[in-house]
């Protein structure tokens, strides 16, 4: 074979080099039309294409009897993907950093009591195959959307990835960050909405609602909201939630915790479960009708 036919077959045996040699970076992951949409499998939870799914739970795990009341308070008020940190990225290295195995041990007994499947947070390569081991989703945490590395290695793994927006980063940077695990074999990537950084100090984030709506006519990836970390504040959850299933979210992530000001990480934006169970009404009411003017002279008692 010459040199120019080997150049050529392996541009069409690796997705990398097809996608430079056509300059079509995004190919991967790009919708090609409007009915082309991923469904992501969690264990016995589809994402994308149907129905918004909810996951919910504590950002971390801190002791089984929390995990527990957590799990079994989220899936009664309707969430179906649990969510719980066992490894925790904090600005601070003095914080609460997460219990670890013992946590991914908690995790996986919960779920099995449960019925729900998991997602946690993985930090490094090193991380991938322990945190395979007991949780059914990888969930890659904002700070490590560019991490390439990881990204690398995620696209050879057999499990459903999670990928966080990065506050600081453009929709097109996020898509090309899952064209990484896309270009390893991984199809199974749900894209995370989480907010960006703004000049607004009243808020921990600003949700973009307008770069996830783009990120759906882009991409046939599923997309989901978190108006947790959008927004920083139990009081606008509910409200971001709604718009964000209103635009077509897939689904929503959303920190719940049974005593939320005693949680030792993301306390501030941590809903109890009478405030979780009202998100989950909030999202299953009919949007507002829009006004319509009154013709002059009508019966007001009719209109």
Known sequence: MSDAAAVLEAVEVDPARKCAATGSPERLTARR?????TIVRVGNVAIGGGAPVVIAGPCSVESREQMLAAAEGVKAAGATVLRGGAYKPRTSPYDFQGLGLEALLILREVSERTGLPVVSEIMSTEDIEVVSDHVEMLQ????NMQNFALLRRLGKVRRPVLLKRNPAATVKEWLLAAEYI??????????CERGIRSYDPELRNTFDIGGMVLAKTMTHLPVIADPSHGTGKQSLIAAVSRAAVAVGADGLIIEVHPCPERALSDGAQSLDFAGFERVMKAIAEPLRKAAVPVAEGADMAKV
């Not at 039309?33 to 949409?37: I, L, Q």
């Not at 890659?140 to 700070?143: E, P």
């Not at 896309?182 to 894209?191: E, I, K, P």
């Open 182 to 191: 896309l270009a390893g074999g991984n199809d199974q990537v749900v894209l």
């Open 33 to 37: 039309d409007a009915a082309h949409a």
């Open 140 to 143: 890659v945490g904002a700070r």
